[in-house]
């Protein structure tokens, strides 16, 4: 088990759609513990699989942060079936350090998600889990939340970002 490097805004590999996970194997529970590492090492909530460089439908939550083995989530294949509600509040990204920007999300989501054996269970989110199952899932499909703001503050954003990078 080892923190993998994240790969960050700008990395066209972040912008792919990811493969479903297919037949489950010791590399993809590696990858899994790697995941939870690389969350920990870099003091996020959650990590995708693309965020490592590995196109698959796969990611980890952990809202305690190592703390509580109770909270690990590990998503596999999916997919959000039902939201309610929305919310207001500041979002950030491994992949975008630095960048804390206010975003409107549901503020409750239900994910029916896929575990290791092929059986399907259902993660059901609230207020900050609701915030990282929406994010970690958009990773999957190559969004980054910067994309939901329109081009004038995404530019604004990514001055900002180079210039940190900069500094
Ligand atoms: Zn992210």
Redesign the pocket.
Known sequence: MAARTVITWGDPRLKLNSADVGEWTPELETLVADLFDTAIAEEGLGV?AP?VGVNLNLAVIDLSCGQDPAQKIVLINPEIVREEGSQSSSEG???IPGIHEVLERPQHVWVKSRRPDGTWHEVEGEDLLARALC?EID?LRGR??VEYFGPVKRQVIQRKYQKQKKA
């Open positions: 995708a965020q990204c491994l992949s994010h990773h980054l939340f």
